[in-house]
């Protein structure tokens, strides 16, 4: 490879090379590409470039908010497929998450803490801690189950997702508790005339992610179990320990992203919340390069391919597609993707 | 049919692995084909087997130029490869193996068992197989499944048979048992390509001999008109510095003490000691329970019981952690599968185990472990590019320093060492018997497992025999010899013979 490199003088052989050596590139290209498109779709005929700009911003701020809370459940995600797992779990436990959220904080007569007598920004700190420490645990039990119950990571997930789902729904039948008004601040505290506050969010975290997957032996340990769990275990990695943790650490973010949920639109459909956003999360995952089978992966890749695929929605929806249809770009975009990454000899 | 390799080139990335190989098979003609590990033989098999695919050169059949992308087409036209690791399904019958793949079926679709097992019959009688063709292949033994899949390759037509080390966990007797039938292939006008590094077989079967060496067809000629020493010498080649044994060798006090381990259907009642200083060999052939004593030793597995000692204090090893704390690395055999994690960069490979002890906060001290595996590089003659390279990119023996150096990290007292020289080339060989030497000399107390006599004969200071899970001998520096051993591996005890 150091040959390539050096003969690559040419234009072509280096984004050949790097194309074939850096996995992300493709994906940036991709998304650059995508973008130029849905920028072009956008069209020009504004009275000037001022108010093309407010409209592109606007548009802009419209879908990373709107996605938010989809990347944030996809960092997890990431790392539970680099480590050779998956969760299927997430949708659920991001409803069942926001239920008792919901639950929690509710003004009216039922609401937990009011009942406790607690309430305000007392209330909010409780609930939230509360959220969080059920999102690790149920993340660590999946956890518990796949590596003390040698249940494989599918079926302990699929099972998770269903029980979840299924006593939510039957719990918060006819229950309509309602969101204090100063919850929503959270997520639609505004910067001028933008509501930012879940983009915020998901950076932070994407970054503090990465930081994890690159710098920490946690994440380090993360790759070597989704490489070769054998060798890893036999170089004194606990094996169980990881997979568990990240399991814990995807129901924790699962739990924040359904705050962000909660706090932005004051309420949720038990019944449909976050169905089918484990799929959506695991496409965003395999389209930002990640590998199902394992070992290979990035926090970067994922939040690229969640733009990827948010973009690509916005672009159908600007050119009118039927919103049955867009699921079906969808798929091809997540075959396509895996199609022109590079793959590994068998 | 004859077949004849031609100029074969061969690379993997920047790895040359054959270098313009000329090779070639007639009917009835037992030829065969010697190198050190890594010379190149069994990617040149491969290549004839249609598993991968040559670079350059041609492959020809009676004189018409071939092209294999798979195997099948490889066995469509007469040949046939018996892989060393054997490809039978344990729960059919033999009658069933013979036509896997290929089954025969009646005009409704369904196996036609009848005429598989009929056919299969006949095939042991004209053979003079002394099989039934119902039994299950799980219940034979290993011979008789080498000769399972030998007249499989005859009820396949093929007219060259390549078999990789048929012999390597055979007994005396179930070798003869396969000569005889490679003789009887003779009769029938196959060829057969014999991969082997036991010389003296070679000696008395083989009609020609190719020995390759780094990539280079070095030596052919007609097995009669050469010794086994001769044989040895193309091999390794003159270019190779082989340092003697240690002469001197100063052993300390017990470092490790095994009693009673036992483990069901395994092994059974194993006692031994190691010092400091001391290069033990453990060796045996296939089923001697060797790897699997030292994976309870070492944490991985746990033995049913048994007392565990180091430096006179009992331990109770139950994890690799613990084992790692105990001051025990653990080199296992098996690179691909148990050493090198494919993902990782050199650096992580050379410093996961350590990770943990030197972490800050959770954060890897990457700058300490830099520092420590830049003085491993150069101890321990590792030739890479960049350390933030892939592990993949290096060399067999490259890499197996790079697994040396994560457990030289944990600056262990004892070192276990599996197979250490597995796939790695020749020159690295010798470097890495260097290095555990350079080891033992500074107190370390090595246990080397192998399952070639003449490694352990090389490098060990005493060598223990185990063959079906028991200790069958014990040899020692004086004594130390390839002939001792394979008596013991074998069954046999060597003072019962000498009377």
Same mark, same amino acid.
């Given at each position: 490879?150091?040959?390539?490199?050096?003969?690559?003088?040419?234009?072509?052989?280096?984004?050949?090379?790097?194309?074939?050596?850096?996995?992300?590139?493709?994906?940036?290209?991709?998304?650059?590409?995508?973008?130029?498109?849905?920028?072009?779709?956008?069209?020009?005929?504004?009275?000037? /470039?001022?108010?093309?700009?407010?409209?592109?911003?606007?548009?802009?701020?419209?879908?990373?908010?709107?996605?938010?809370?989809?990347?944030?459940?996809?960092?997890?995600?990431?790392?539970?497929?680099?480590?050779?797992?998956?969760?299927?779990?997430?949708?659920?436990?991001?409803?069942?998450?926001?239920?008792?959220?919901?639950?929690? /904080?509710? +003004?009216?007569?039922?609401? /937990?803490?009011?009942?406790?007598?607690?309430?305000?920004?007392?209330?909010?700190?409780?609930?939230?801690?509360?959220?969080?420490?059920?999102?690790?645990?149920?993340?660590?039990?999946?956890?518990?189950?796949?590596?003390?119950?040698?249940?494989?990571?599918?079926?302990?997930?699929?099972?998770?997702?269903?029980?979840?789902?299924?006593?939510?729904?039957?719990?918060?039948?006819?229950?309509?508790?309602?969101?204090?008004?100063?919850?929503?601040? /959270?997520?639609?505290?505004?910067?001028?005339?933008?509501?930012?506050?879940?983009?915020?969010?998901?950076?932070?975290?994407?970054?503090?992610?990465?930081?994890?997957?690159?710098?920490?032996?946690?994440?380090?340990?993360?790759?070597?179990?989704?490489?070769?769990?054998?060798?890893?275990?036999?170089?004194?990695?606990?094996? +169980?320990?990881?997979?568990?943790?990240?399991?814990?650490?995807?129901?924790?973010?699962?739990?924040?992203?359904?705050?962000?949920?909660?706090?932005?639109?004051?309420?949720?459909?038990?019944?449909?919340?976050?169905?089918?956003?484990?799929?959506?999360?695991?496409?965003?995952?395999?389209?930002?390069?990640?590998?199902?089978?394992?070992?290979?992966?990035?926090?970067?890749?994922?939040?690229?391919?969640?733009?990827?695929?948010?973009?690509?929605?916005?672009?159908?929806?600007?050119?009118?597609?039927?919103?049955?249809?867009?699921?079906?770009?969808?798929?091809?975009?997540?075959?396509?993707?895996?199609?022109?990454?590079?793959?590994?000899?068998? | 049919?004859?077949?004849?390799?031609?100029?074969?080139?061969?690379?993997?990335?920047?790895?040359?692995?054959?270098?313009?190989?000329?090779?070639?098979?007639?009917?009835?003609?037992?030829?065969?084909?010697?190198?050190?590990?890594?010379?190149?033989?069994?990617?040149?098999?491969?290549?004839?087997?249609?598993?991968?695919?040559?670079?350059?050169?041609?492959?020809?059949?009676?004189?018409?130029?071939?092209?294999?992308?798979?195997?099948?087409?490889?066995?469509?036209?007469?040949?046939?490869?018996?892989?060393?690791?054997?490809?039978?399904?344990?729960?059919?019958?033999?009658?069933?193996?013979?036509?896997?793949?290929?089954?025969?079926?009646?005009?409704?679709?369904?196996?036609?068992?009848?005429?598989?097992?009929?056919?299969?019959?006949?095939?042991?009688?004209?053979?003079?197989?002394?099989?039934?063709?119902?039994?299950?292949?799980?219940?034979?033994?290993?011979?008789?499944?080498?000769?399972?899949?030998?007249?499989?390759?005859?009820?396949?037509?093929?007219?060259?048979?390549?078999?990789?080390?048929?012999?390597?966990?055979?007994?005396?007797?179930?070798?003869?048992?396969?000569?005889?039938?490679?003789?009887?292939?003779?009769?029938?006008?196959?060829?057969?390509?014999?991969?082997?590094?036991?010389?003296?077989?070679?000696?008395?079967?083989?009609?020609?001999?190719?020995?390759?060496?780094?990539?280079?067809?070095?030596?052919?000629?007609?097995?009669?008109?050469?010794?086994?020493?001769?044989?040895?010498?193309?091999?390794?080649?003159?270019?190779?510095?082989?340092?003697?044994?240690?002469?001197?060798?100063?052993?300390?006090?017990?470092?490790?003490?095994?009693?009673?381990?036992?483990?069901?259907?395994?092994?059974?009642?194993?006692?031994?000691?190691?010092?400091?200083?001391?290069?033990?060999?453990?060796?045996?052939?296939?089923?001697?329970?060797?790897?699997?004593?030292?994976?309870?030793?070492?944490?991985?597995?746990?033995?049913?019981?048994?007392?565990?000692?180091?430096?006179?204090?009992?331990?109770?090893?139950?994890?690799?952690?613990?084992?790692?704390?105990?001051?025990?690395?653990?080199?296992?055999?098996?690179?691909?599968?148990?050493?090198?994690?494919?993902?990782?960069?050199?650096?992580?490979?050379?410093?996961?185990?350590?990770?943990?002890?030197?972490?800050?906060?959770?954060?890897?001290?990457?700058?300490?472990?830099?520092?420590?595996?830049?003085?491993?590089?150069?101890?321990?003659?590792?030739?890479?590019?960049?350390?933030?390279?892939?592990?993949?990119?290096?060399?067999?023996?490259?890499?197996?320093?790079?697994?040396?150096?994560?457990?030289?990290?944990?600056?262990?007292?004892?070192?276990?060492?599996?197979?250490?020289?597995?796939?790695?080339?020749?020159?690295?060989?010798?470097?890495?018997?260097?290095?555990?030497?350079?080891?033992?000399?500074?107190?370390?107390?090595?246990?080397?497992?192998?399952?070639?006599?003449?490694?352990?004969?090389?490098?060990?200071?005493?060598?223990?025999?185990?063959?079906?899970?028991?200790?069958?001998?014990?040899?020692?520096?004086?004594?130390?010899?390839?002939?001792?051993?394979?008596?013991?591996?074998?069954?046999?005890?060597?003072?019962?013979?000498?009377?």
């Amino acid at each position: 490879m150091a040959e390539i490199s050096k003969k690559g003088n040419s234009l072509i052989l280096k984004l050949k090379y790097k194309w074939s050596n850096q996995p992300l590139f493709s994906t940036a290209i991709a998304l650059v590409i995508i973008i130029v498109a849905q920028t072009l779709v956008l069209g020009f005929d504004y009275d000037s /470039i001022g108010s093309w700009f407010i409209s592109w911003l606007n548009n802009w701020v419209n879908i990373l908010r709107n996605n938010a809370s989809i990347g944030i459940i996809a960092l997890g995600m990431t790392l539970v497929i680099i480590s050779g797992g998956i969760d299927l779990a997430v949708g659920s436990t991001l409803v069942a998450t926001g239920a008792v959220l919901m639950m929690l /904080i509710d +003004e009216g007569p039922n609401g /937990i803490l009011i009942k406790l007598g607690i309430t305000g920004i007392p209330a909010f700190i409780v609930a939230i801690l509360l959220i969080l420490l059920m999102g690790s645990v149920l993340g660590s039990l999946i956890g518990v189950l796949i590596t003390k119950g040698k249940i494989p990571p599918f079926i302990a997930t699929l099972g998770a997702m269903k029980i979840f789902r299924s006593v939510t729904q039957h719990f918060m039948q006819g229950y309509n508790p309602t969101v204090p008004r100063e919850f929503l601040v /959270i997520s639609n505290l505004k910067f001028g005339k933008y509501m930012i506050m879940p983009i915020v969010y998901w950076i932070i975290l994407s970054i503090i992610l990465y930081f994890i997957s690159k710098k920490t032996v946690f994440g380090r340990q993360v790759i070597a179990v989704g490489s070769n769990e054998k060798s890893a275990r036999l170089s004194g990695v606990k094996v +169980e320990r990881v997979k568990t943790l990240v399991y814990t650490l995807s129901g924790l973010l699962v739990a924040i992203a359904s705050i962000v949920q909660v706090s932005r639109i004051g309420s949720m459909d038990f019944a449909n919340a976050g169905s089918g956003s484990e799929m959506d999360a695991i496409a965003a995952v395999v389209v930002g390069g990640t590998s199902m089978s394992g070992g290979k992966g990035q926090i970067l890749g994922t939040v690229l391919g969640v733009l990827i695929i948010a973009v690509m929605n916005n672009l159908l929806n600007l050119f009118g597609v039927p919103p049955f249809l867009r699921e079906a770009f969808k798929g091809v975009i997540v075959v396509a993707a895996v199609l022109l990454q590079k793959k590994e000899k068998v | 049919m004859s077949i004849e390799l031609r100029d074969i080139y061969k690379s993997f990335g920047s790895n040359e692995v054959l270098k313009g190989v000329n090779l070639s098979v007639e009917d009835g003609e037992i030829c065969a084909l010697i190198g050190e590990n890594g010379a190149g033989k069994s990617t040149l098999m491969n290549i004839l087997g249609g598993v991968i695919k040559k670079d350059s050169g041609k492959i020809l059949i009676d004189g018409k130029e071939v092209d294999f992308n798979r195997p099948i087409e490889a066995i469509e036209n007469g040949i046939s490869f018996i892989h060393q690791e054997l490809n039978l399904i344990n729960d059919l019958p033999i009658y069933e193996n013979m036509f896997i793949g290929r089954e025969i079926k009646n005009t409704s679709g369904l196996l036609n068992h009848k005429e598989m097992y009929l056919r299969t019959k006949k095939i042991f009688e004209d053979m003079n197989i002394n099989l039934d063709p119902k039994t299950m292949v799980r219940d034979l033994d290993i011979s008789y499944k080498q000769i399972v899949e030998i007249t499989r390759a005859m009820i396949m037509n093929a007219k060259t048979i390549i078999m990789d080390e048929p012999t390597t966990s055979l007994t005396e007797k179930e070798i003869k048992r396969v000569f005889e039938m490679m003789l009887n292939l003779k009769k029938h006008k196959v060829g057969i390509i014999y991969i082997s590094h036991k010389l003296n077989e070679i000696k008395e079967i083989c009609d020609k001999y190719y020995c390759l060496r780094d990539g280079y067809l070095v030596s052919e000629g007609l097995v009669r008109e050469v010794s086994t020493d001769d044989l040895a010498m193309f091999m390794v080649g003159h270019i190779l510095d082989i340092k003697e044994n240690r002469k001197e060798v100063k052993l300390g006090d017990e470092i490790l003490r095994v009693e009673n381990y036992s483990k069901k259907n395994t092994f059974n009642d194993i006692d031994f000691s190691l010092y400091k200083g001391e290069i033990l060999g453990f060796t045996g052939l296939l089923g001697d329970g060797r790897s699997e004593l030292f994976q309870c030793i070492c944490g991985i597995d746990k033995q049913d019981y048994g007392k565990l000692f180091i430096e006179e204090e009992l331990c109770n090893i139950d994890s690799v952690v613990k084992a790692i704390n105990m001051g025990i690395g653990y080199l296992p055999k098996n690179r691909k599968e148990n050493g090198i994690i494919k993902d990782m960069n050199i650096l992580e490979n050379a410093s996961i185990v350590v990770w943990p002890k030197y972490s800050k906060r959770g954060l890897i001290n990457f700058k300490l472990h830099r520092e420590i595996f830049r003085d491993q590089v150069k101890s321990l003659r590792i030739k890479m590019i960049k350390e933030t390279d892939n592990i993949n990119n290096l060399s067999g023996g490259n890499q197996q320093k790079v697994i040396l150096a994560k457990w030289l990290a944990t600056n262990p007292k004892i070192m276990i060492l599996d197979n250490p020289t597995q796939g790695v080339d020749v020159g690295a060989k010798e470097d890495i018997y260097d290095i555990i030497r350079n080891l033992a000399d500074k107190g370390m107390g090595i246990i080397v497992l192998s399952s070639e006599a003449q490694e352990i004969v090389r490098l060990c200071d005493r060598a223990i025999v185990m063959y079906h899970g028991k200790i069958q001998g014990e040899v020692s520096k004086d004594t130390l010899n390839e002939h001792d051993i394979m008596k013991l591996a074998t069954g046999s005890n060597i003072k019962s013979e000498v009377s």
